[in-house]
C-alpha cells in the first residue's frame, strides 16, 4: 500500500487558469523543501514539460485512453512513490472527457480512480454569489467526487473576495486562496506569465530562462495567495492506494535477445532536460536491455557515436522547421543511419523531418514524400491498427494513438502504411526498419514494443569488442533519472537546487585504441582522475550525454514575456469527442487548399521479422470510483455519462476548405474577446493552433483588442479546435 499525499487542480472549463496554479503549487511546494512530482491528465507533453520544471523532476502523463485505465493507479504509484506530494492537472473542465467518454475518462473519474480530492480553480472575474452555486453544482452532480476546496482567480478587490468567500463558506466549500486579477498574466511584480504555447516543450527541454523565471514566479505568486500548507494537510489526508506500483521490467518481461555481450545504444530525441517522449519510453528502453542517450535534433550537430537506433517522440515542437533544416551534419547521419538498414520510429514532428522537404526547407530525405504546414490543426485520438509489420509491432495489432499536428504530408502513406483507422485512408511509412507516422502513442500501454523495438535494434547493431581493464568505472554507461529521480542539470527554483542524485553517473568518456582515459561523471560521484582502459580493436564508440545548456547560455533567444497568449491556460489540446468510430476532428481555414498529392513511391524494404515478447497486461480496476473518507453528501444527484451537444450551421465563407481525409469538423468561432471578459483569456489560446512565423510576432495581451501584424488568423477565420474553443456553429462531414 502506497501513502502519497496527493490533489487534482481542476476548473469549470478551460481557461480558469488551473495551469497556472498547478504549476505555481509545485514550484511553491518544491521552494519549501517539499519532494514534489506532478501529472497531467491527458495527452499534452507542455503541461507535463512545465508540471516537471516547476518539480524539479520529469513530468508524467496519466491518460487513459492511450495507457489504459487500469493501469492509471499503478502509473501514478509508480511516479509518486516515496515523494512527499503529488499535484495532478487535471484536462479541460472537471465532468469533460478526453473523448467524450464520461465515464472512465474525465478528471473526475481520474480523481476517483486515485482517491484524490479535488481543488477546483474558478475564474471568478465576472461572478459575484453566483459562485456558489456553480460550486455546489460541481459538488453535486457527482455524490462520490471529493472537493477539497476552491482557489478563486481574478478576484477584483478586497471586497469582492470577502463577497466570495462569505458565500462559499454557506455551502461548507472551504476557499485555500484568492488570486487578483491579472496575477498569473500581466507582467510586474506579482506578474508571472509562461511562454508562448507555440514553442511548445522548447523552453523546457533547453531550460531557458523565460522558462525558468516564469515558473519560479508563479510559485512565489501561489505563495502569497494560496494557503500552502493548508493544501499539503487536504493532500495529506488521501487515503493508502492499494494497487502495486508499474514496473517497466514486469511489463517487458524478459529482456529483448541481444547478439553479443553488448547492449544496443537507442538515441531517443530530446532536450538537456526534457525528453520529446513520454517519461514510460525511455524506462521501457532500458528494461528490454538496451542503454538509452538523449540527443537534441535542434542543436546537436552529431548522433551520439554508437547509436543503433533512434526514437523521436512526439513531443518535438512543430514550429522549428528552420532549426531541423539548417542542421545540415545532423540530418546526414539520420539519412546514413536509415540507409544502414538501423530502425527509426518517428511520430508527429520526427515523421516530418525524415521527409524530403516541409515547406522548401531541405529535411532528411529519408521518405519518398513533402510536408506542408497549414493554418488547420487535426487532432483526437484514433483506434488504429497497425498496417504491415514494422520494428514496433507485427500486422494487425490494435493500439490507441493520439494525433495533433499542423502540417500535411503528401503522399499519406508509403507502399508499405503504417496505419489504418475506421473512416480514413492509411497513413504513415514503414520502410525498411524506419516507422514513421503522425500518430502518437504511449509506449506504456503496449509495452510489447519497447522488446521488439530492442531486439530490432540489437540485430543490427555492431558487436565492436568493448573491453574495461579491471578496476575501471562500473557504473552505468549512460545514467538518467529513476522514477521519480530529479531532472539532470536543472534550474534552481526558490533557492531549490534541482540535481541528479549522487548515483546517476553519465560518463563522458572519449575511447581509443588501448587508451586510458579520464571518466568524466556528470555529478561528481566518481573522482575526476580514475583511469577508464577501452580496448576496442574494430571500432570505438562513444557513449555521452549532451553538454548541459544552461540557461544563461541558452542558444536561443528567450521568449519576451509580453508574449501572454498562453500565460494562464491549460494546455489541452481541444480533445474533440470521438463520433460512432473513433474518427475525431480536423478542423478547416476555409481558405486552404488540399495538396496535390506526390508520385508514387518506390517499393520499401522487406519488413523486419517479428520478435518480441506477447503483450503483458495489467488487470483493469472495475470501476475506480470508491467512497473517499469525508465526502460531502449530496442529495438528488447522480452522474450522467457521454453528454455533448452540436449545432449545426451552414459552413464559413471565404474560400474552398482543405481537408484531412479523416473526418472534419469545421468550426467558425463567434465569441468575442473583449477587454475585461473572461473569454478574452479563452480567447488568446487560439494563438496555440496558429502557425509560427519563423519572422516572429506575437499575439497581444487578452483584452487589448489588437494583434501584431504578425497574427495568422485573419478576423472571422475558422479556428482550429482548442478545448478554449468551445463555442460556435459546427458543421459535421462525415
Known amino acids: 500500500m502506497s501513502a502519497i499525499p496527493r490533489v487534482v487542480v481542476s476548473a469549470p472549463s478551460s481557461g480558469h487558469g488551473k495551469t497556472a496554479v498547478s504549476v505555481g503549487l509545485l514550484a511553491a511546494f518544491t521552494a519549501r523543501g517539499y519532494r514534489a512530482t506532478g501529472f497531467k491528465i491527458g495527452p499534452d507533453h507542455v503541461d507535463a514539460a512545465y508540471l516537471g520544471l516547476a518539480a524539479g523532476r520529469p513530468g508524467r502523463n496519466l491518460d487513459p485512453r492511450l495507457a489504459g485505465v487500469g493501469r492509471m493507479v499503478p502509473l501514478f504509484t509508480h511516479g509518486a512513490t516515496a515523494l512527499d506530494i503529488a499535484v495532478v492537472e487535471g484536462t479541460m473542465g472537471l465532468f469533460d472527457g478526453l473523448a467524450g467518454r464520461t465515464d472512465t475518462e474525465s478528471t473526475a473519474q481520474i480523481s476517483g480512480l486515485l482517491r484524490a480530492p479535488v481543488v477546483l480553480v474558478v475564474d471568478v472575474g465576472a461572478m459575484g454569489q453566483s459562485v456558489a452555486a456553480l460550486v455546489h453544482g460541481f459538488r453535486a452532480y457527482d455524490e462520490l467526487l471529493w472537493l477539497g476546496g476552491v482557489i478563486l482567480n481574478r478576484v477584483a478587490s478586497g471586497r469582492h473576495e470577502q463577497l466570495l468567500r462569505e458565500a462559499l463558506d454557506d455551502i461548507g466549500v472551504p476557499v485555500l486562496g484568492a488570486l487578483r486579477r491579472g496575477a498569473l498574466t500581466e507582467i510586474g511584480e506579482m506578474g508571472a506569465p509562461l511562454p508562448a504555447r507555440q514553442h511548445g516543450v522548447e523552453p523546457v527541454a533547453h531550460g531557458s530562462i523565460a522558462a525558468v523565471r516564469a515558473v519560479r514566479r508563479l510559485g512565489e505568486v501561489i505563495a502569497a495567495s494560496v494557503d500552502v500548507e493548508r493544501t499539503m494537510a487536504l493532500a495529506r489526508s488521501a487515503p493508502r492506494l492499494t494497487a502495486e506500483p508499474w514496473s517497466a521490467e514486469e511489463q517487458v518481461g524478459t529482456s529483448a535477445k541481444l547478439n553479443g555481450s553488448r547492449r544496443p545504444l537507442v538515441a531517443v530525441a530530446g532536450g538537456p532536460r526534457f525528453s520529446y517522449s513520454y517519461v514510460e519510453t525511455t524506462e521501457l528502453l532500458r528494461a528490454a536491455g538496451a542503454d538509452v542517450v538523449h540527443f537534441d535534433p535542434l542543436h546537436d550537430e552529431h548522433l551520439p557515436l554508437g547509436t543503433d537506433g533512434v526514437v523521436i517522440g512526439a513531443g518535438l515542437p512543430e514550429g522549428y522547421a528552420e532549426e531541423l533544416s539548417f542542421n545540415a551534419s545532423l540530418r546526414a547521419e539520420i539519412t546514413a543511419h536509415a540507409r544502414a538498414g538501423r530502425p527509426i520510429a518517428a511520430e508527429g514532428t520526427g515523421y516530418v523531418w525524415l521527409c524530403k522537404d516541409l515547406d522548401g526547407r531541405a529535411m532528411c530525405g529519408i521518405l519518398d514524400a513533402t510536408a506542408k504546414r497549414t493554418d488547420l490543426t487535426v487532432l483526437g485520438y484514433r483506434d488504429a491498427t497497425s498496417r504491415t509489420s514494422s520494428v514496433l509491432l507485427p500486422a494487425g495489432t490494435s493500439v490507441v494513438g493520439h494525433k495533433m499536428h499542423r502540417t500535411l504530408v503528401t503522399p499519406r502513406s508509403g507502399p508499405q502504411p ?93 575511447v581509443q585504441d588501448t587508451v586510458n582515459l579520464p571518466v568524466v561523471p556528470e555529478t561528481g560521484a566518481v573522482a575526476r582522475d580514475d583511469a577508464f582502459t577501452v580496448r576496442a580493436p574494430d571500432q570505438a564508440a562513444m557513449l555521452s550525454d549532451p553538454e548541459p545548456v544552461t540557461p544563461d547560455s541558452d542558444p536561443r533567444p528567450a521568449s519576451p514575456e509580453g508574449d501572454l497568449d498562453s500565460a494562464v491556460l491549460d494546455g489541452d489540446p481541444g480533445y474533440a469527442a470521438d463520433s460512432g468510430d473513433a474518427e475525431p476532428t480536423a478542423v478547416i481555414a476555409p481558405t486552404l487548399r488540399a495538396a496535390e498529392p506526390a508520385a508514387p513511391q518506390a517499393a520499401a524494404e522487406a519488413d523486419p521479422p517479428a520478435s518480441g515478447p506477447a503483450p503483458t497486461g495489467t488487470a483493469a480496476e472495475s470501476s475506480g470510483r470508491s467512497e473517499p473518507p469525508g465526502a460531502p453528501e449530496s442529495s438528488g444527484a447522480s452522474e450522467s455519462a457521454g453528454r455533448s451537444e452540436s449545432t449545426t450551421a451552414p459552413a464559413a465563407s471565404g474560400g474552398e476548405a482543405a481537408h484531412d481525409p479523416d473526418r472534419t469538423e469545421v468550426i467558425q468561432s463567434t465569441k468575442p474577446a473583449g477587454a475585461g471578459d473572461p473569454g478574452a483569456v479563452a480567447g488568446a489560446a487560439v494563438s496555440r493552433a496558429a502557425d509560427t512565423d519563423p519572422a516572429g510576432g506575437s499575439p497581444a495581451p487578452a483584452g487589448s483588442g489588437a494583434a501584431t501584424p504578425a497574427a495568422k488568423e485573419p478576423p472571422g477565420q475558422a479556428r482550429a479546435v482548442d478545448d478554449e474553443e468551445t463555442t460556435g456553429p459546427t458543421v459535421v462531414n462525415v
Open 418 to 510: 503504417a496505419w489504418s483507422w475506421t473512416g480514413g485512408p492509411a497513413e504513415g511509412f514503414v520502410q525498411g526498419a524506419v516507422h514513421a507516422s503522425t500518430l502518437a502513442l504511449h509506449w506504456a500501454g503496449r509495452p510489447e514494443i519497447a522488446a521488439r523495438f530492442v531486439s530490432a535494434v540489437a540485430s543490427h547493431a555492431p558487436e565492436p569488442a568493448l573491453v574495461a581493464t579491471p578496476g575501471a568505472f562500473s557504473g552505468p554507461v549512460l545514467g538518467g533519472p529513476p522514477a521519480g529521480g530529479p531532472l539532470v542539470g536543472g534550474p534552481t527554483l526558490s533557492g531549490v537546487p534541482v540535481s541528479a542524485p549522487q548515483d546517476d553517473v553519465s560518463p563522458a568518456v572519449a
